[in-house]
């Protein structure tokens, strides 16, 4: 956090997430990036400092663009200017729901949602992430996790071992993770 942004990153494959840091180091994801998406929003925003750290949630491979090229793309093209202002808006929607998800919501429904966004960006069933790591993400303890994973296995949502959670039935996720998932998809709008 504080970091001044030398580069943008347009990931071809996985999840970066953005991950908001306490003092003591307690962490929480306020957005989700993929292959629809750009790290980077600051050279957008022409804010050049970063208030988030951008963190590989899984492997990424990503086309890398300098943020001095970016900007003067930005310059020169209105079309790209709009396109990439609209997306940071989004970026901004996952931010605040972000918030107001860890704030009112469990441990479940924030799983729930969360399993759901990386679904979309990986556009996989399949996730390979371990659940301490799910943990830092969602803010919360890792047995926390845990629990919420075991109700949503016993639900017939998710199937988890070793480290994978496999997603099963995506309907009862999003009855669980309700407005969370569905508005935070409406904000977070994709590239092009």
Known sequence: MGARV???YFPVSGIVSLVSMTM???TLEVAAIGSDGVVGIETVLQAGIARWEAIASTPVEALRVSADR???ELERSAALRRVLLQYSYGVLGQVAQAAVCHRFHTVAQRLARWLLVARERLRSDAI??????VAGLLGS???AVTTAAVVLQDR???R???GRTLIVDATI???LARECYETGKERAKPLG
């Open 141 to 143: 303890p890792r047995t």
């Open 128 to 133: 390979q992430m371990a659940q301490e790591a």
């Open 6 to 8: 030398t580069s943008n």
């Open 160 to 162: 988890q071992r070793h």
């Open 70 to 72: 970016l900007r003067s």
């Open 173 to 175: 996720l999003r009855a």
């Open 24 to 26: 003591e180091g307690q």
């Open 156 to 158: 017939g949502a998710i």
